[in-house]
Nanobody, 126 residues
Framework: QVQLVESGGGLVQAGGSLRLSCAAS????????MGWFRQAPGKERVFVAAISWRGGTTYSAYYADSVKGRFTISRDNAKNTVYLQMNNLKPEDTAVYYC????????????????WGQGTQVTVSS
């Protein structure tokens, strides 16, 4: 079992920045694939970013086209935490952001996660 707790959401003006955090507990963190998803009102939850273990201390990052160049995913294994740094935020980034952990399906790292946090609201005003 993995427990995930997100934090760092809030209200920000367009062009501003926020950093989301996701604290994980319950199993060995350093080898667990971690992802961020978001769900806007009336829309489906979609992939935002992921960071996947490639062996040793090597990780790969993946991003949705809509956030490339603006968002950065990172992790601190000593703190069992994954981050999403969001810069140059736009009103269309407004959504509930969810942290996800452990995917092992063929869709990984873009889908197929087993554990989810409760979500944190991000609102970007124009």
């Amino acid at each position: 079992q993995v427990q995930l707790v997100e934090s760092g959401g809030g209200l920000v003006q367009a062009g501003g920045s926020l950093r989301l955090s996701c604290a994980a507990s319950g199993r060995t963190f350093s080898t667990v694939n971690m992802g961020w998803f978001r769900q806007a009102p009336g829309k489906e939850r979609v992939f935002v970013a992921a960071i996947s273990w490639r062996g040793g201390t090597t990780y790969s990052a993946y991003y949705a086209d809509s956030v490339k160049g603006r968002f950065t995913i990172s992790r601190d294994n000593a703190k069992n935490t994954v981050y999403l740094q969001m810069n140059n935020l736009k009103p269309e980034d407004t959504a509930v952001y969810y942290c996800a952990a452990h995917c092992s399906t063929t869709g990984c790292p873009y889908s197929g996660y087993d554990y989810w946090g409760q979500g944190t609201q991000v609102t970007v005003s124009s």
